[in-house]
Structures are given as structure tokens and as C-alpha cells.
Antibody
Framework: QVQLQASGPGLVKPSETLSLICNVS????????WSWIRQPPGKGLEWIGF???????NYNPSLKSRVTISIDMSKNQFSLNLSSVTAADTAVYYC???????????WGRGTLVTVSS | QSVLTQPPSVSGAPGQRVTISCTGT?????????VHWYQQLPGTAPKLLIY???NRPSGVPDRFSGSKSGTSASLAISGLQAEDEADYYC???????????FGGGTKVTVL
């Protein structure tokens, strides 16, 4: 059974870069789209971006200037870099497996990232 | 302000039927993009509940059903159970924004 687990620093300083990794276990990272979604405490969901296993990406225009999503087939993982963070980037970050028609059918448990000095 | 509009909360007694609306525009739901629904139990990750407007993934009870018409969609929960207390989110794609968009979420309370 495929499982996703996001990991990374739980605390990031303002203006620095938030970096997270999503490890995919129980199945290959090939043949799917992979995505990052975030949820500020007590608020709703916000899509960050997709990466196809072949490397093409699609980012939320509201975050595009600060986001990079990459994939490492050899490690069966994909990653998120979000630069120049502020307190508004404090959220639970989820990694998810997506279908070509843009829905998320498998989610990881999420990891809380707090932006604070 | 979310691109897709949902009521903040709905409630019902056990056994009742409740519906959650998701209102969009001609650039998302009205542009023929599918609507999908997620259930988020307290303290957990969202779970896919309905995909492609009215399809249930394996394991989702048939008490949950989805529909779409024009620029709106709805999620219905029949035979409401205590375990259905959760936040529910609709999701689609917006061609004007070139982005996946979510509704603001609806909290379902079982009285």
C-alpha cells in the first residue's frame, strides 16, 4: 500500500527557504503526478503545485515566484522549496499523489512548518 | 476569500440527510471542470471522498454522493452518522487563474 510522508524542519526563520521532502513508500513514484498542498492553522486548503514523474511542473501563480518542486526517482521522493518565507507561510504542508484530472487521491500525514524568528 | 464558496457550517441529527453546496463561476465549475470532495476528520489529513463530480473511491460508503449543475456542485450525506463530523472541502480547476482551487470548507456537526 502506497504511503506518503512529508518531513523537514518544523521551524524556519523569516526570509529563509522552507525545504520539505516527501518520501513515497510501498510503490513507485513513476506514472503519477505529485503535489504539495498547505493548510494554515484553522484555515482552508491551498494548492502549491504539481510535478509529473517525468519532471514537468505546474505551480500556483500566487506562489510561483517563490516555489520549486523537484523529483528524485532514484530515491522515490519529491521535494518542495519555498523561498523568502514570512509568517503567512506558517501551515501544515501535505504531500499528495494526484491524477491527471487534477484531484488528489492519496495524501500524506502532513508536517507543520512554523515561520518565526 | 476562496474561489469556490461553501457554507461555513451545516448540521443535522443522526439519520438525517444534509447537503453542502459549492458555488463557482464560469471559469471553474461552469467551464466544465470536474468537482472533487474531501473529508478532513479532526487532526488528520484530507481524504478523497468524491471525484469527477459523482464518483466514490473504493471504501467510501454510498451514503455520500455528489452532483454538479451549471456553476455549482453539491455533496449529500444521507443517514448522517456521528463519525461524519468533519470538515468537507470542494475542489476544482480555474482556467482564469490557471490553478487548482478549493472551497473554504464546511464543518458538519451531528447534533
Amino acid at each position: 500500500q502506497v504511503q506518503l510522508q512529508a518531513s523537514g524542519p518544523g521551524l524556519v526563520k523569516p526570509s529563509e527557504t522552507l525545504s520539505l521532502i516527501c518520501n513515497v513508500s510501498g510503490g513507485s513514484i513513476g506514472n503519477y503526478y505529485w503535489s504539495w498542498i498547505r493548510q494554515p492553522p484553522g484555515k482552508g486548503l491551498e494548492w502549491i503545485g504539481f510535478i509529473h514523474y517525468r519532471g514537468s511542473t505546474n505551480y500556483n501563480p500566487s506562489l510561483k515566484s517563490r516555489v520549486t518542486i523537484s523529483i528524485d526517482m532514484s530515491k522515490n521522493q519529491f521535494s518542495l522549496n519555498l523561498s523568502s518565507v514570512t509568517a503567512a507561510d506558517t501551515a501544515v504542508y501535505y504531500c499528495a499523489r494526484a491524477m491527471p484530472t487534477w484531484y488528489f487521491h492519496l495524501w500524506g500525514r502532513g508536517t507543520l512548518v512554523t515561520v518565526s524568528s | 476569500q476562496s474561489v469556490l464558496t461553501q457554507p461555513p457550517s451545516v448540521s443535522g441529527a443522526p439519520g438525517q440527510r444534509v447537503t453542502i453546496s459549492c458555488t463557482g463561476t464560469r471559469s471553474n465549475i461552469g467551464a466544465q471542470y470536474d468537482v472533487h470532495w474531501y473529508q478532513q476528520l479532526p487532526g488528520t489529513a484530507p481524504k478523497l471522498l468524491i471525484y469527477g463530480n459523482n464518483n466514490r473511491p473504493s471504501g467510501v460508503p454510498d451514503r455520500f454522493s455528489g452532483s454538479k449543475s451549471g456553476t455549482s456542485a453539491s455533496l449529500a450525506i444521507s443517514g448522517l452518522q456521528a463519525e461524519d463530523e468533519a470538515d468537507y472541502y470542494c475542489q476544482s480547476y480555474d482556467t482564469s487563474l490557471s490553478a487548482v482551487v478549493f472551497g473554504g470548507g464546511t464543518k458538519v456537526t451531528v447534533l
